[in-house]
């Protein structure tokens, strides 16, 4: 990603002005386009954004950005509340350059795949106390359950919460050059397995690095994977890269879409990925596209 700028900032009032004309002071949301696709930045955004909430299906990431919600898209970012039209030209600038940081650094972060699915808040308020006893934090059972349900808050926080059925631990599965190519999501029993202790004997070294910098060709990578890619769908993992649809590819191929569904699945399989996103980040990581 070479460049990334904005442009075609708009801005509206989200309530009613006191007179004509007075600024509506914390009340503006806006809306700019990026100059070319983000989407590619997400899975690294998502690793080191503060609140990251990241989603499929539509491909966004929201985040809490010095204390601006932010939702971006492909091409598209949408925030609020600012003051006035000033301040969103700075939120902009200092976005812009927070991306440009990541897309920099992006060879020494490792990339989260990690979907946000909010839990039904009515169904955790039913194995909690519901006594408001603010042990917690929080006001009421009904507020900790909110933000529980917006993974903003551990469990843990509620003293009086049963220990879980079990856990799902997810881990990044590297190549042979310490590149993550997908990940494995596992149950867990934790009545057999205290993940908590055994986590508190891990030491972290916070100036290692989380893996190497790649420096294999394009051959060399394709030809480390247990089936290589073809000709052909280096073609459609390439337009997949630039943002293609499925019927895109096909009528720049002349192809027919079925086709096209063919060389994605068989795309997927050979990298160990499950959606477009990952497949495109192993791609870029070894210098495929």
């Not at 386009?33 to 990251?52: G, R, T, W």
């Not at 650094?105 to 039904?120: G, H, N, T």
């Not at 477009?276 to 210098?287: G, L």
């Amino acid at each position: 990603m070479t460049r990334i700028g904005y442009y075609d900032i708009r801005t509206h009032s989200t309530g009613a002005r006191t007179s004509p004309g007075a600024s509506d002071r914390g009340s503006i949301m806006a809306q700019f386009k990026f100059e070319e696709d983000i989407s590619l930045l997400f899975p690294y955004i998502n690793a080191v954004a503060d609140k990251p909430q990241m989603y499929e299906n539509p491909g966004m990431i929201r985040f809490d950005f010095g204390g601006t919600l932010c939702m971006l898209h492909s091409t598209v970012c949408m925030a609020s509340p600012f003051d006035d039209r000033q301040a969103v030209i700075e939120f902009a600038q200092k976005l812009v350059q927070f991306l440009k940081d990541i897309d920099l650094k992006k060879d020494s972060i490792v990339p989260s795949f990690k979907l946000f699915q909010q839990a039904d808040v009515t169904q955790i308020l039913k194995v909690l106390p519901k006594t408001n006893c603010k042990k917690c934090g929080y006001q009421t059972c009904l507020a900790f359950a909110a933000m529980l349900a917006k993974q903003q808050v551990l469990p843990s926080k509620c003293p009086y919460l049963g220990k879980p059925v079990n856990e799902k631990v997810t881990f990044e599965v590297y190549d042979e050059n310490g590149n993550p190519t997908s990940s494995v999501t596992i149950d867990v029993d934790t009545s057999k397995t205290d993940l908590k202790a055994r986590d508190k004997n891990k030491t972290l070294d916070a100036n290692a690095a989380p893996f190497k910098k790649n420096t294999i060709s394009e051959s060399d990578a394709n030809m480390s994977l247990p089936v290589p890619l073809t000709k052909r769908e280096y073609e459609v993992l390439s337009m997949m890269a630039r943002g293609l649809t499925n019927k895109e590819i096909s009528d720049e191929l002349f192809i027919s879409p079925h086709t096209v569904k063919s060389h994605v699945i068989n795309i997927f399989n050979k990298l160990g990925v499950n959606h477009r996103t990952q497949a495109v980040v192993w791609a870029a990581r070894n210098h495929l596209i």
